[in-house]
């Protein structure tokens, strides 16, 4: 509580002898005093000062004091000032028409004043104790406020760490499940090569065999002849190979895809490793390879391939493939978007193509990669907010939103490098990364 002679009471009363009492014994008790004469005498003082109590007379000329009382508590700088009504008119309903208006409480004249001064202390400390609490209750309101807000940024930041999380989950199980496929398929392939090998051999040798024959015995029994007729021996000998030729191309194939399955899911190392990034875009690409095959809605996809020459680069390799598979899925999005609206006329006068492009910077000594496709494009809210958090364009189901954001955490924080992007909406769009070698 303040020191009294802090505190500043404001008297109004119409009556002289009346102020001349208060003012010397409230002086004399340490108040400051201020003085009206009447209520409107009272507003004009409020609008300049702030008592921190009003003794306010009832009966009073012009507006008498519960009039004042009301004025004073309809205004908010001055509604919170207690204010103790003084009236020789002790009468219950005058007591309770003040007290109703606002007034805290109610001393009658003459004045007995040792009780004024108590009530006058009494009311002052309850004054200050509401106005303290009221403080308090604002600090707290913004204490609250504040603590709000951090445990929403932190939810916001939780949920964010969440689905990251659980993408980079379901990209390691895909590439756990792909590195276990490749691995199954090595085995019986394997199998296949090792004995292709020697019925090659076989084959060869018993064609030598009867080759042979056919020479030194040019004449065979005719159930021989009847034979070599009905199997059509001479397109048999010469298709045989061949076969196996076909059979050693498909194998080939094979060998290439479990090798592809494996580069493109390797599994992720703490330190970097080299790595060739044409594997990683090769292995992804055929991962993609039946989004790139023509469908009933589209015809297939051009893949066009302008690679550099690049050195072995340091890196994550599960995880730049992870922005490779972004990024090209993103763009046969696009693609098939753009050919919603297109005419067979437009496709085969504007075929869709993924025009891939790697090399060096020889002033910065980066690598740069560029995956450029000629879909749909993007529109200029779109380009503002592509790398953004859980952005999509895209259907519930088709699109999530964390392909590019997810990119560029790889690409930049990780990697050091910088991922960014060209679009022209109708046209197309270039994604440009580029990192250090
Ligand atoms: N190659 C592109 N062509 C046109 N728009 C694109 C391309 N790549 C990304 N976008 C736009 O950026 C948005 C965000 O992409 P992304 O973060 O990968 O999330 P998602 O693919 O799940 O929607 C996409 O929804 C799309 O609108
Ligand atoms: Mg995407």
Excluded at 106 to 123: G, N, S
Aim: charged fraction near 25%; proline fraction near 4%; hydrophobic fraction near 40%.
């Amino acid at each position: 509580m303040k020191n009294s002679e802090h505190i500043t009471i404001l008297v109004v009363d119409d009556n002289p002898t009346n102020i001349k009492v208060l003012f010397n014994f409230l002086r004399s008790s340490g108040f400051k005093v201020l003085v009206a004469k009447d209520g409107e005498n009272a507003l004009g003082k409020l609008a300049e000062v702030t008592p921190d109590l009003i003794l306010l007379d009832v009966m009073m000329p012009g507006i008498d004091g519960f009039e004042t009382c009301r004025r004073i508590k309809e205004n908010v700088t001055t509604q919170r000032i207690p204010v103790i009504f003084m009236t020789a008119l002790a009468d219950t309903e005058h007591k309770v028409k003040g007290l109703s208006l606002g007034g805290v409480d109610y001393i009658t004249k003459p004045f007995q004043q040792e009780e004024v001064l108590a009530r006058i202390k009494m009311h002052l400390k309850l004054h200050f104790l509401t106005e303290e609490l009221a403080e308090k209750n604002a600090q707290l309101h913004e204490l609250n406020a504040s603590l709000e807000k951090k445990v929403e940024e932190r939810t916001a930041e939780l949920k964010k760490a969440q689905a990251h999380l659980v993408l980079h989950e379901k990209m390691s199980s895909l590439g756990q499940l792909v590195a276990g496929i490749a691995h199954e398929i090595n085995n019986p392939v394997g199998f296949i090569v090792g004995n292709l090998k020697h019925a090659n051999e076989y084959t060869h040798n018993l064609i030598n065999v009867i080759k042979l024959y056919q020479k030194y015995y040019p004449n065979p029994a005719p159930e021989i002849l009847k034979e070599i007729d009905a199997i059509e021996l001479d397109y048999l000998l010469e298709d045989f190979p061949q076969m196996l030729l076909s059979m050693q191309e498909g194998t080939n194939r094979i060998e290439e895809i479990s090798q592809s399955m494996r580069t493109f899911s390797r599994s992720d190392t703490d330190t970097k490793v080299t790595f060739n990034i044409h594997d990683g875009l090769d292995s992804t690409l055929l991962i993609l390879k039946h989004r790139l095959k023509a469908k009933s809605q589209h015809s297939a996809i051009e893949v066009i391939k302008n690679y550099g020459i690049l050195p072995e680069i340091k890196c994550y390799p599960g995880q730049l493939n992870q922005v490779f598979m972004n990024l090209l899925a993103n763009a046969i999005d696009a693609l098939e978007e753009s050919h919603r609206d297109r005419t067979f006329v437009g496709m085969q006068t504007h075929p869709s193509r993924i025009t891939i492009s790697t090399g060096i910077e020889p002033n910065t000594n980066s690598v740069t990669i560029k995956i450029a496709d000629n879909g749909i494009g993007m529109t200029p809210e779109v380009k503002q907010r592509a790398f953004d958090h859980l952005f999509t364009t895209k259907s519930v189901g088709q699109g999530t939103g964390l392909g590019l954001f997810i990119s560029r955490q790889i690409i930049e924080d990780k990697h050091g490098g910088k991922i960014t992007f060209n679009s022209v909406y109708g046209q197309g769009t270039e994604f440009i990364i580029v990192l250090p070698k």
